[in-house]
């Protein structure tokens, strides 16, 4: 039996219960992000990492019109264009009789998205014969470092002073840690020279060519290149395994289920009989079948796995009938939510059908 409120530190509380997610993460919570855990991150002025809600609200709201239904759809072209490159890879490693990497594939592609509309200039992993492994080793690398900065601040402010040349030679996390920080100065850099020089088209937008708008500032202080390069870091980590994994998810499980196999081959071909022809998002989000994969694969591939904590604010809170005072660290997992038989009978199984005629709880 699962707990619903488990006390794992002398200040931190897990809770797994579903009602408790809107009260410590909803947009409109006071529940700040817990600094322990955020500032061992190395991304102390990214949208992410910003423990102050009062700051927070005014870098999410820098970031939010770019991840509105109107900019993504201005952004299609550079996605068709990117899946397609996958398409290719496919057809010609299937005419070749050899296997191709989906899941460095499909992260190579959100990522080749993303650095697209960031920097206006695409990393085109796509088109490397590794299909990006060294991006996504150091992605992935920074884990370790991460845990013990946790646990040991002080040595994170050291580590951070260390060279750039040096910090790989004394451990491998670390010197991707500082890697990951030299990329994000280099293409805050890059930007600003481009914009600087009217080279950096302006046909679509760019979001760091708006975060280094002086006009955009809304009254707060125009951020420095040492500033912005958090934002570069977290937004090609959140853009690589997250979004990668999902898709990973559902082309695995679509390819070994036959009745799912079939259902979307079905629901595809009747909405594009010409399977050459363009496959516009506006037509495929509303398909439902496609639709009930896309949320299925999201569910099974977890997204952020670990607990993501917060900081009960003053006034204190009560849950499941358990005081919990003001300052106390409490955080969810989505493996426990997402795997909830309650909500989700028979969790393991991916099964779209289960988003297509819900029940209510
Ligand atoms: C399947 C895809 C994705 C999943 C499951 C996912 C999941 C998450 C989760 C759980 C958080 C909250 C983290 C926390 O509170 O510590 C988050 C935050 C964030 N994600 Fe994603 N993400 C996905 C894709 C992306 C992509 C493609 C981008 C953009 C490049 C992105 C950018 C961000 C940003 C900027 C934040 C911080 C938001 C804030 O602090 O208000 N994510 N994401």
């Given at each position: 039996?699962?707990?619903?409120?488990v006390?794992?530190?002398?200040?931190?509380?897990?809770?797994?219960?579903?009602?408790?997610?809107e009260?410590?993460?909803?947009?409109?919570?006071?529940?700040a992000?817990?600094?322990?855990?955020?500032?061992?991150?190395?991304?102390?002025?990214?949208?992410?990492?910003?423990?102050?809600?009062?700051?927070?609200?005014?870098?999410?709201?820098?970031?939010?019109p770019?991840?509105?239904?109107?900019?993504?759809?201005?952004l299609e072209?550079?996605?068709q264009?990117?899946a397609?490159?996958?398409?290719?890879?496919?057809?010609?490693?299937?005419?070749?009789?050899?296997?191709?990497?989906?899941?460095?594939?499909?992260?190579?592609?959100?990522?080749?998205?993303?650095?697209?509309?960031?920097?206006?200039?695409?990393?085109d992993?796509?088109?490397?014969?590794?299909?990006?492994?060294?991006?996504?080793?150091?992605?992935?690398?920074?884990?370790?470092?991460?845990y013990?900065?946790?646990?040991?601040?002080?040595?994170?402010?050291?580590?951070?002073?260390?060279?750039?040349?040096?910090?790989?030679?004394?451990?491998?996390?670390?010197?991707?840690?500082?890697?990951?920080?030299?990329?994000?100065?280099?293409?805050?850099?890059?930007?600003r020279?481009?914009?600087?020089?009217g080279k950096?088209?302006?046909?679509?937008?760019?979001?760091?060519?708006?975060?280094?708008?002086?006009?955009?500032?809304?009254?707060?202080?125009?951020?420095s290149?040492?500033?912005?390069?958090?934002?570069?870091?977290?937004l090609?980590?959140?853009?690589?395994?997250?979004?990668?994994?999902?898709?990973?998810?559902?082309?695995?499980?679509?390819?070994?289920?036959?009745?799912a196999?079939s259902?979307?081959?079905?629901?595809?071909?009747?909405?594009?009989p010409?399977p050459?022809?363009?496959?516009?998002?506006?037509?495929?989000?509303r398909?439902?079948?496609?639709?009930?994969?896309?949320?299925?694969?999201?569910?099974?591939?977890?997204?952020?796995?670990?607990?993501?904590?917060?900081?009960?604010?003053?006034?204190?809170?009560?849950?499941?009938g358990?005081?919990?005072?003001?300052?106390t660290?409490v955080?969810?997992?989505?493996?426990?939510?997402?795997?909830?038989?309650?909500?989700?009978?028979?969790?393991?199984?991916?099964?779209?059908?289960?988003?297509?005629?819900?029940v209510?709880?």
């Amino acid at each position: 039996m699962i707990r619903p409120v488990v006390r794992i530190g002398p200040k931190e509380v897990h809770l797994s219960d579903p009602e408790n997610k809107e009260i410590i993460y909803s947009m409109s919570s006071r529940y700040a992000k817990s600094p322990v855990f955020y500032n061992a991150l190395y991304v102390p002025h990214s949208t992410f990492g910003t423990p102050s809600n009062e700051v927070h609200k005014h870098k999410r709201a820098m970031l939010n019109p770019f991840f509105s239904r109107r900019m993504v759809l201005e952004l299609e072209g550079v996605v068709q264009h990117k899946a397609a490159k996958i398409v290719d890879l496919m057809s010609s490693a299937i005419a070749a009789d050899r296997p191709v990497d989906l899941h460095h594939a499909f992260r190579a592609l959100s990522v080749d998205v993303i650095s697209d509309y960031a920097f206006n200039k695409s990393y085109d992993l796509l088109d490397s014969p590794d299909l990006g492994a060294h991006f996504f080793a150091m992605a992935r690398g920074v884990g370790p470092a991460m845990y013990v900065f946790q646990q040991f601040p002080s040595l994170q402010r050291l580590a951070m002073k260390i060279p750039p040349w040096l910090a790989p030679m004394l451990s491998r996390p670390l010197g991707y840690v500082v890697g990951m920080q030299m990329e994000g100065v280099k293409q805050i850099e890059d930007v600003r020279t481009r914009m600087e020089s009217g080279k950096l088209g302006t046909a679509r937008p760019t979001i760091f060519s708006e975060l280094l708008d002086p006009e955009k500032q809304d009254g707060w202080p125009m951020p420095s290149t040492m500033e912005l390069k958090d934002d570069v870091y977290s937004l090609l980590v959140a853009a690589a395994d997250t979004t990668g994994n999902a898709m990973t998810r559902a082309a695995f499980h679509v390819i070994n289920d036959q009745q799912a196999y079939s259902k979307l081959r079905s629901e595809l071909l009747a909405a594009f009989p010409d399977p050459r022809a363009k496959q516009d998002f506006v037509t495929l989000e509303r398909l439902p079948y496609l639709t009930a994969v896309i949320k299925e694969a999201l569910r099974l591939s977890l997204g952020v796995i670990g607990r993501l904590p917060r900081v009960v604010p003053e006034g204190s809170a009560k849950f499941n009938g358990y005081f919990v005072p003001a300052g106390t660290i409490v955080g969810m997992s989505s493996w426990l939510m997402h795997l909830n038989s309650d909500v989700f009978p028979n969790p393991t199984k991916f099964n779209p059908e289960r988003w297509l005629d819900p029940v209510e709880l």
